[in-house]
């Protein structure tokens, strides 16, 4: 498997509102990812779910079926082995009541989280046939496929790494909104070694953690716009 063999599915947009971006409405994209590993197809998120009328107006969802999604690329449902969610808010994890019987990946405390209440639909997270694996920070799902904790957007989060022929690959999901945002990010970690000295900015510790991979591209769930090393 190559960089180039994991794609990026579109599963739908929405408009945040001005309250939100504290400017202009913005329109921004869900994504998900699958990765055709030897073991079998693995799935990075799975599209926004159906909401209340409140939550409904507020972001003013259009969704893309997540078996259209996988058509494009000539994959139905059944292929999917291995489901995983960066989180569980239901932009993320609008399709798993598709994976009745199947492993669905999440960190411990994000399900806990879920389960609370008053953070994601209920009935996205809990349904007949459920089957998460919770993990407890890292873990190697498959040879080469890790799972990483990157807190932030919510204490649970998750991102993807995986190592192909070619280089690796991280699916950051909503480690960061932008890849400008990873980017700032990822130049702050390296700030030392370019010679700057204090004052610096601050970075969360996981970000050196995903470069120790040293990624030939890192991706995002709400930006189409794609990281490259320097
Ligand atoms: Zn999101």
Redesign the pocket.
Known sequence: MNVDDVRRLLLGTFVRPPEETGGAPRVEAVFGYAVSHRDGLVLLDTGIGAADEETEAWYRPRRIALEAALKEHGWTLDDVSLVVNCHL?F??CGGNPLFSGRPIVAQRREVATARAGGYTFENLVDFPGVSYEELDGEAELLPGVHCIPTPGHVEGHQSVVVECNDGSLVLAG?SHDTASAWSADALAARARELGHGDPLPSYPEWVTKLLAFDPRRVVF??DAAVWTPS
Request: avoid cysteine; charge should be negative.
């Open positions: 808010h932009d993320h909503q769930a709400h």
